[in-house]
T-cell receptor, first 110, second 114 residues
Framework: EDQVTQSPEALRLQEGESSSLNCSYT??????LFWYRQDPGKGPEFLFT???AGEEKEKERLKATLTKKESFLHITAPKPEDSATYLC???????????FGTGTSLTVIP | NAGVMQNPRHLVRRRGQEARLRCSPM?????VYWYRQLPEEGLKFMVY????????ESGMPKERFSAEFPKEGPSILRIQQVVRGDSAAYFC????????????FGPGTRLLVL
């Protein structure tokens, strides 16, 4: 059973067209929810950590939010350089593993 | 650059050979995770180590795979008698301590088994 599910799998946006990526998790006892950006051929780059429902973090055009069952990565007025795969991961109180979703591949068209 | 370093970046092996992947954590970090990433799949946890100790190896295949993080030197992921199914990108990530959550990833090693 997948612990972390991301949707959509792929997203194409026009430059300036805001949208949201979803990350849902199926296990209770969340210790932390993490967002990463991964460019082709590179390792994931850390973006945000969220710990509790209601928490929000922002960085440039990105804002991450967390509820009890899911997290959203909001992208406001995206630019072509925001094109990448966005990964979320969850760490639970019960163990040491980080569970990664399969990512959302974002393409921003000029 | 004090980031996580991995080498080699690309590794080609023939079936039956051994592959050794190295990971040097960020300066000041004492814990290392190893992950495998297959095309169109997410990162899959393999093993979690601190220096001279394996904390969690529940994601590691039972045979042919081993990992270590010695007191001195990089962490090493070793794959013996490689098979074509081992072809993947292998990433390591380091953290500042036990259950310190933020992981910083290296650039990965792309292993190709011929």
């Amino acid at each position: 059973e997948d612990q972390v599910t991301q949707s959509p799998e792929a997203l194409r946006l026009q430059e300036g067209e805001s949208s949201s990526l979803n990350c849902s998790y199926t296990v209770s006892g969340l210790r932390g929810l993490f967002w990463y950006r991964q460019d082709p051929g590179k390792g994931p780059e850390f973006l945000f950590t969220l710990y509790s429902a209601g928490e929000e973090k922002e960085k440039e055009r990105l804002k991450a939010t967390l509820t009890k069952k899911e997290s959203f990565l909001h992208i406001t007025a995206p630019k072509p350089e925001d094109s990448a795969t966005y990964l979320c991961a969850a760490l639970f109180n019960t163990g040491n593993q980080f569970y990664f979703g399969t990512g959302t591949s974002l393409t921003v068209i000029p | 650059n004090a980031g996580v370093m991995q080498n080699p970046r690309h590794l080609v092996r023939r079936r039956g050979q051994e592959a050794r992947l190295r990971c040097s954590p960020m300066k000041g970090h004492s814990h290392v995770y190893w992950y495998r990433q297959l095309p169109e799949e997410g990162l899959k946890f393999m093993v979690y180590l601190q220096k001279e100790n394996i904390i969690d190896e529940s994601g590691m295949p039972k045979e042919r795979f081993s990992a270590e993080f010695p007191k001195e030197g990089p962490s090493i992921l070793r794959i013996q008698q490689v098979v074509r199914g081992d072809s993947a990108a292998y990433f390591c990530a380091s953290t500042a301590g036990y259950r310190k959550e933020t992981q910083y990833f290296g650039p990965g090693t792309r292993l190709l088994v011929l």
